[in-house]
């Protein structure tokens, strides 16, 4: 499945004034947590353009802070849930928007939210919007993929892990993230976003990502099984399928599956490890001698 950007990224604008920040909330940022605050209004309002909320559509937003996206957001008419993990924050966030009939706040961990349980049906459509803190974000988006409900995320994090989201095969930033992400989304780069644009200002850049959930090309029969397999694969990402995979198949089930077990995991498309993934579920035992044929050759 070829997942790729629809146009270069853009660059945030240093024009315009700044949201709140920090010292004028009284807010002392905890470094383990994370906490860099979006100020400069001029990436606000790109932010807040790229999503086009809309009045009655159910939006979470994943760590408010000082409020600087959620106050636009109540204000196109949306319906809001924020999660907030610092007690502080989720105080000041409750206090501030607290006459807003569409704002609710759940104050915990967003790795321990059932997003699903957040709609208003089972089957209502949610939208996710966060500046996501760069010490949990791939945990979270892992957990982000796994969630059913869900037709759009747009996401503020690290640049270089929303490059690796968006790799492609053989090259050095393809992996595990990239395989998985790309499995059932379509990945676009809005923007990028300086370190000035936070208080306190981050060591690293950023960039905001819209990723849209989408049916596999190819599907895996076990979600689990595929996720297992990636997951050994690029634990070793400089040994071939034959030896990272010793123990979940044999270089005779690779080679079976269609795929040269020669190769190493950078080198193949998503597809592959699909393959490869079924051939697993297909025949659990295709980790010994005995194990019984997983797939006919399939075409490269």
């Not at 315009?16 to 010292?23: G, L």
């Not at 969630?147 to 050095?172: G, K, Y």
């Not at 596999?216 to 397999?229: H, I, Q, V, Y």
């Not at 498309?269 to 797939?295: E, M, Q």
């Amino acid at each position: 499945m070829l997942v790729a950007a629809s146009g270069p990224a853009v660059a945030v604008s240093d024009s315009a004034h700044s949201a709140p920040t920090p010292r004028s909330s009284g807010h002392r940022p905890r470094k383990r947590l994370g906490q860099h605050f979006l100020t400069l209004q001029a990436t606000i309002d790109s932010i807040i353009a790229a999503l086009a909320p809309q009045a009655g559509e159910a939006i979470i937003e994943i760590g408010p802070g000082l409020g600087a996206l959620t106050a636009p957001l109540l204000r196109s008419g949306a319906r809001l849930t924020a999660i907030e993990l610092d007690r502080d924050l989720a105080d000041q966030c409750r206090r501030r928007f607290a006459d807003n009939a569409n704002f609710r706040l759940i104050c915990g961990d967003a790795l321990a939210v059932d997003f699903a349980r957040l709609s208003d049906r089972p089957d209502a459509p949610l939208r996710i919007i966060g500046n996501l803190p760069y010490n949990i974000a791939t945990p979270l988006l892992f957990h982000l993929l796994e969630q059913a409900n869900i037709v759009d995320l747009q996401l503020m994090l690290q640049r270089e892990l929303a490059e690796r989201m968006q790799a492609a095969p053989h090259s050095r930033t393809y992996g595990r993230l990239s395989v998985m992400v790309q499995y059932g989304c379509a990945v676009e780069s809005l923007m990028r976003v300086p370190p000035h644009a936070f208080d306190p200002p981050p060591k690293v850049q950023s960039a905001v990502v819209r990723l849209r959930p989408k049916a596999p090309t190819l599907a895996a029969k076990s979600r689990p099984d595929f996720a297992r397999l990636v997951r050994a694969a690029f634990s070793g990402r400089r040994k071939t399928l034959r030896n990272g995979l010793r123990g979940l198949l044999t270089a005779d089930a690779i080679e079976r599956a269609g795929i040269d077990s020669s190769l190493r995991p950078e080198n193949l498309a998503v597809r592959d490890f699909v393959k490869l993934a079924n051939c697993l579920t297909d025949s659990p035992s295709a980790i010994g001698p005995g194990d019984r044929p997983c797939a006919r050759r399939a075409s490269r």
